[in-house]
Structures are given as structure tokens and as C-alpha cells.
């Protein structure tokens, strides 16, 4: 398996001995916290401005990850609400680096609510032209 083609990802970040379990991998929570980071750049651009987590719809743990292992977050926006965007992010993982192996470990579907200055939900901004974390013209 191979990245996606012609898109670029949102995150990426190396996976380091600090961030494992007792098993030696890489904590899951680690990758969970990647993840909505990687999802949130993607809805606070398309929201243009501040957002929050408000669901993970799923979160499917594919193949684990190991130290040193580059991983790769690729987000993009499949629904936009009234004041919510929802994102799915692909996790991929680059192993043995030089041998050019690559894994998908993971995938996830998050909702962000935009938020005001106030803290309460706002609209999100209406967007012909907005791209989304895969390069292609938002729904």
C-alpha cells in the first residue's frame, strides 16, 4: 500500500519511543490525540475560525504503530451542518523508512461545532471555493 496519490496530508509526525504503551507500541491515545489534531486543521479553516470536538463517530485501529514510524494524517471534510463540519482522517504509517513500506493503521470520523467569540455555536461560513485536506472542492 502506498500514500494517497496526489494529496497532501494535514499532520505528519514521528512516532517516538516516549509515546508507547507498556507493550512497546505506540499508545493508542497517542494516535487518537494525532488524529483530532490533524481533523481540527482541516474544520478551522473551513469554519475560518475556532472550533471544538464535539463527537468521534468511530475510530477503527487498522495495524499498530511502531517507533519510528513516520505517520501521516490525511483529513478531509465530508459534511458540512448549519454550525458543524464532520471529518473523516486516514492514518497512514511510512515503516523502515528507506524501504519505503507503508500501512494504513487507522481511520476516523469526527464532528467540530464552529464556535463565536462567545463560545456558542456560529454558522459555519458558506464556501464555493474552499478546499478541503485531500485538494478537492468541499461538499
Known amino acids: 500500500m502506498s500514500l494517497p496519490p496526489g494529496k497532501e496530508p494535514a499532520l505528519r509526525i514521528l512516532a517516538r519511543p516516549t509515546d508507547t504503551n507498556a507493550a512497546g507500541d505506540i499508545f493508542g491515545g497517542w494516535l487518537m490525540s494525532w488524529t483530532d489534531i490533524a481533523g481540527s486543521i482541516v474544520a478551522f479553516r473551513r469554519a475560518r475560525g475556532r472550533i471544538v470536538t464535539v463527537a468521534v463517530k468511530d475510530f477503527d485501529f487498522i495495524q499498530p504503530v511502531y517507533v519510528d514510524d513516520l505517520v501521516s494524517f490525511y483529513a478531509e471534510i465530508t459534511k458540512v451542518g448549519h454550525t458543524s463540519l464532520t ?53
Open 87 to 139: 471529518v473523516e482522517v486516514m492514518v497512514y504509517a511510512e515503516r523502515k523508512r528507506g524501504k519505503e513500506t507503508c500501512e494504513r493503521v487507522a481511520s476516523a470520523r469526527l464532528v467540530y461545532v464552529a464556535l463565536g467569540k462567545d463560545r456558542r455555536p456560529r454558522p459555519v461560513p458558506a464556501d464555493d471555493n474552499f478546499k478541503n485536506g485531500y485538494g478537492n472542492s468541499s461538499p
